[in-house]
């Protein structure tokens, strides 16, 4: 026991059976994590658009072929009138790569319960078991700050708390260990950014979030699309949902290099070998959780394959907001403004597939100059940063 509360690894429960009563405790417990959860998410952004249901944590959760989760609570040992009250929970995700070194890691406290320990506690626990499971590498994603989208561009002015000339002191690594020449935009005094430095992480990555109102968004989508000059050599094909099985191979072929490719700043990420089975289980996974993915590709006609491809995630459970996925082409086809005509035909395909969605929301490097100048040709305008931090054991 530690400061007033118990760590426990929850067992999962085999569903969320709310109906069943008295509740068995697993189910009851969970019930509490993904309460937690959307309560911190709400806080930091101040709208729901990142909802995520019980049902849908849980089977997120689940053991998968090429992911697997545990979470960890902290219970206050004596609430009188909530007896077991789950006050903060940490999560440890490991991709089952063979000889996969990273780890994924996380922790999170309601915010009555800050500054007791209560954190460290949790990220003691998680990064003890990811050791004994082998990985030595832990890395997190966390929320840092919104910014004014206004003021992206000529220095960062954050939109809470204190602005840059009334005490921000910007998180600025050693020379050599950050790539990218991005002016820093991490908020040191923020919960996470304090919080990663006391327990020696270091910044690894750096992530802007930004996101397009997709009411205005149908007019540089069709502009994008008719200034395009890419000719007879490619035809754009897309789908909703499960990729046909015409072009299931060469999809996995193309989502092969997604790890390969992607710049990952200072972060280590194992390669993944993609083939159709992986494919089609992701889709199995995505379905269970009512997750539709929205789809462009461009075919390459003369040899067949697929030259790159976009994905946007919409949710059965959130019919106002969406998510950009991948968007990667292939090196031996880039250089042809490939990656933003893929991106705005997908804008389009949502707006014909998915009209009741509000805003898109994208996360992308800043050492990715290419993807932020297509996101910022489409009208997506930066809203948070989303710092990746790192820590070798
Ligand atoms: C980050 C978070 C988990 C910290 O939880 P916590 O229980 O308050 O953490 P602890 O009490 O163990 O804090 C340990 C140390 O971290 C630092 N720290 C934590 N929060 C801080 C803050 N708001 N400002 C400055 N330093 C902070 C301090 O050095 C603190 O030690 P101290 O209290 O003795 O000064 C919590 O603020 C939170 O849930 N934030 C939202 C989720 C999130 O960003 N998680 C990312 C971390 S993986």
């Not at 990273?102 to 406290?109: C, I, L, N």
């Not at 199995?284 to 390459?300: F, K, N, Q, Y």
């Not at 949502?350 to 100059?369: D, G, K, M, S």
Request: glycine share 10%; aromatic share 8%; hydrophobic share 40%.
């Amino acid at each position: 026991m530690t400061h007033g509360v118990s760590l426990d690894w929850l067992e999962l429960p085999p569903a969320l059976d709310q109906a069943r009563l008295p509740m068995p405790p697993s189910t009851a417990d969970f019930l509490q994590l993904a309460q937690l959860a959307n309560l911190l998410t709400s806080l930091f952004w101040g709208t729901n658009d990142f909802y995520e249901s019980p049902e849908n944590r849980l089977a997120a959760a689940r053991s998968r072929g090429d992911f697997r989760m545990d979470y960890v609570v902290a219970r206050l040992a004596d609430d009188a009138d909530a007896p077991g009250r789950i006050v903060g929970y940490g999560f440890l995700g490991l991709a089952r790569e063979p000889g996969a070194s990273t780890a994924e890691v996380w922790v999170g406290v309601h915010p009555g319960f800050r500054r007791r320990g209560i954190g460290s506690a949790l990220l003691g626990e998680v990064e003890a078991e990811a050791l004994r499971r082998g990985r030595t590498t832990l890395q997190s994603w966390t929320d840092n700050a919104l910014v004014d989208p206004a003021a992206v561009g000529s220095g960062p002015v954050f939109v809470r708390g204190a602005s840059l000339e009334t005490g921000l002191t910007p998180v600025v690594p050693p020379a050599g260990e950050r790539p990218g020449t991005g002016y820093p935009a991490v908020r040191s005094d923020a919960p996470d950014a304090a919080f990663a430095a006391a327990h020696g992480y270091g910044l690894a990555q750096l992530e802007w979030c930004s996101v397009l109102d997709l009411a205005r968004a149908a007019g540089s989508a069709l502009q994008v699309e008719s200034a395009s000059t890419l000719g007879e050599d490619y035809e754009l094909i897309g789908w909703q949902g499960r990729c046909p099985d015409e072009y299931a191979e060469p999809m996995a072929d193309l989502l092969g290099r997604m790890t390969a490719d992607a710049p990952a700043g200072g972060l280590e990420v194992a390669p993944e070998a993609w083939d159709v089975e992986r494919l089609r289980a992701e889709e199995r996974a995505r379905e269970a959780i009512g997750l539709s993915m929205v789809t462009t590709a461009a075919l390459h006609r003369g040899s067949g394959r697929l030259a790159g491809h976009s994905d946007i995630e919409t949710f059965r459970d959130l019919p106002q907001a969406a998510y950009q996925g991948n968007t990667l082409v292939h090196p031996d086809h880039r250089g042809r403004r490939l990656a933003l005509l893929l991106k705005a035909a997908n804008v389009s395909r949502l707006l014909r597939v998915a009209p009741t969605t509000q805003r898109l929301y994208t996360w992308t490097a800043e050492e990715n100059p290419a993807i932020l100048r297509a996101n910022e040709e489409l009208g997506f305008v930066p809203v948070s940063t989303h710092p990746g931090w790192q820590k070798r054991l």
